[in-house]
């Protein structure tokens, strides 16, 4: 049974790439303003949620452990 | 309406901020008849722009080579074939294709593993002055830091560092419009070609034997059985050496004008290197290194209240959606705890600088080891001058002591 993960969004840093709807694209999707949204947490297997947030040039996108808290993404001292 | 309407006056090139101002105030959406396009100074409107490539193009090229007779076309068509593959001037889906291929290489944590190197660089530039008690800073600093790193990076050996950016100078001569530089478009076709001829073995070479460098990572960057192609990775080669020196020379340079004139956000960096990643945010909105970029409308359509026609050019105004008050606090005052801090001096939408994690990490180590090992920096007391351009905000030099 694969984690549930937490993940939300700094919309303040969010620029709109797009490159995390292209990583994940069951997970993010664009809304309105063409910055990202979490549409399903579990659309896409964790190791692409987890690609998208390293690939996000902005750091926007944080990561969780749903169940633990555990932090995923980013790592300590790099927020 | 507006007093003086010229992004290139010479009060406008040595301050741009109040004439943005008045823009955005006055007519946030404005035709300028000199530049012949829309200029687009407030922060929701830029950021339209900037998002909305479905509307507004950034393939810059096209309409580029339109202006050209066909005897141009066919001298300069190694040139138009390798600039029209440059990512900043693609729209979806080349550009999608491309840009996911080499974001992995850019990405904030993978460049972070160079953090102890830029530092160490940052460290040997400045232990070569220190003894002198004063500098040119942008000669004796800010341009050495963005072309080591990014040639190191792209594994460039250091004996052929000084060449492979004479050739990227040459190369460059496109972008600013030089009235006095009629042969300006065969030298940067020249340099380019130099380039190419340059990173072509060097391809050929990290082919059969990997190494741990960006050139390797670029051979190698696979998505989804999708590879680049040789003329894509040369493309790519030439626009990493070129796009990140002189943007990232001028934050440093502009960034040392705004903290040492504030001299109590200097000190406050000073006694706090923890606030050097909000203070790189803060520069880079308050003074940043490019004031603007621009589009094509690709359809008759509106934006702010005025018609826009297919075909006509919008130049979206960084530095002035960066002081836009509806967007920031005091947009004129420089805090360097200002956070959060959405500025757009590294664009937005789908062509955000592929290198600002690159430039970030470099500006950091460069103001954290600046205000630790010259506390006392000032500027000398010399006139600064900027190059007359429309989208640099760049220094011609710039005198400091300490
Ligand atoms: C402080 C330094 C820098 C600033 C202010 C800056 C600014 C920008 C801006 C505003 C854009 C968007 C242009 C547009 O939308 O038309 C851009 C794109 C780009 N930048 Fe930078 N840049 C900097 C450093 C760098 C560095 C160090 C590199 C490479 C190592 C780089 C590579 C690129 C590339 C490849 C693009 C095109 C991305 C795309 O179209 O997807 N830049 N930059
Ligand atoms: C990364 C590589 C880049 C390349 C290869 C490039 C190339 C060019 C070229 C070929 C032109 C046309 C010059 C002419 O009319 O002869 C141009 C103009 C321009 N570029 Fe870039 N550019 C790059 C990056 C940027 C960035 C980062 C920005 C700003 C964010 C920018 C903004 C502009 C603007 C605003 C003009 C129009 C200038 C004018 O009309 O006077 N470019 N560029
Ligand atoms: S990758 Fe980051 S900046 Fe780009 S759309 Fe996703 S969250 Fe926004």
Request: glycine fraction near 4%; proline fraction near 7%.
């Amino acid at each position: 049974m694969a984690r549930r993960l937490r993940i939300a969004i700094d919309y303040d840093r969010c620029v709109g790439s797009g490159i995390c709807v292209l990583t994940a694209p069951h997970v993010f999707e664009f809304n309105d303003q063409r910055q990202s949204s979490v549409i399903d947490p579990t659309g896409d297997p964790e190791e692409l949620v987890l690609e998208a947030a390293h690939g996000c040039p902005q750091m926007a996108i944080f990561v969780e452990d749903a169940d633990t808290g555990e932090r995923l993404f980013p790592p300590p001292g790099l927020e | 309406m507006l007093v003086q309407d010229d992004l290139l006056a010479p009060e406008v090139v040595a301050d741009p901020y109040p004439y943005f101002a008045r823009l955005r105030e006055e007519d946030p959406v404005h035709w300028n008849q000199r530049w012949g396009g829309w200029l687009v100074t407030r922060y929701e409107d830029v950021v339209t722009v900037l998002r909305d490539y479905e509307r507004f193009s950034a393939d810059r090229m096209a309409s580029l080579v339109l202006e050209l007779t066909p005897e141009d076309r066919d001298r300069l068509s190694l040139l138009i074939n390798y600039f029209s593959k440059w990512l900043v001037f693609t729209d979806p889906p080349y550009h999608t294709r491309v840009r996911m291929l080499i974001n992995k290489a850019f990405t904030p944590t993978s460049v972070e593993r160079l953090r102890p190197r830029v530092r160490e660089i940052v460290d040997e530039l400045l232990s070569e002055v220190a003894h002198r008690g004063h500098m040119e800073f942008i000669h004796d600093f800010a341009f050495h830091l963005p072309v080591i790193v990014i040639s190191e990076y792209l594994g460039v050996p250091p004996e052929d560092r000084e060449q492979v950016k004479e050739w990227s100078d040459e190369t460059s001569r496109i972008f600013f419009i030089r009235a006095d530089e009629p042969d300006r478009r065969e030298r940067s076709q020249r340099g380019l070609q130099h380039l190419l001829e340059y990173f072509e073995p060097l391809i050929y070479d990290r082919r059969r034997h990997p190494k741990d460098d960006l050139i390797t990572a670029l051979v190698q960057a696979e998505e989804r059985g999708d590879l680049l192609s040789h003329e894509e990775l040369l493309a790519t080669c030439t626009v990493l050496i070129f796009a990140g020196h002189e943007t990232t020379t001028n934050l440093l340079a502009n960034g040392l004008v705004a903290l040492t004139e504030h001299r109590d956000q200097w000190e406050l960096l000073r006694d706090n290197p923890s606030l050097v990643r909000p203070a790189v945010e803060e520069l880079l909105r308050y003074d940043g290194p490019v004031k603007a970029t621009f589009r094509w409308a690709k359809t008759d359509t509106e934006l702010g209240g005025k018609t826009i026609r297919e075909g006509d050019r919008m130049l979206a105004v960084l530095g002035a959606a960066n002081r836009d008050p509806r967007k920031f606090q005091n947009p004129d005052d420089l805090d360097i705890t200002r956070t959060p801090n959405p500025h757009v001096a590294f664009g937005h939408g789908i062509h955000i600088c592929l290198g600002a994690p690159l430039a970030r990490l470099e500006a950091q180590e460069a103001f954290l080891a600046l205000s630790q090992r010259f506390p006392n920096i000032r500027l000398a007391d010399r006139p600064r001058e900027y190059h007359r351009t429309i989208v640099a905000r760049a220094l011609k030099e710039l005198w400091v002591e300490w």
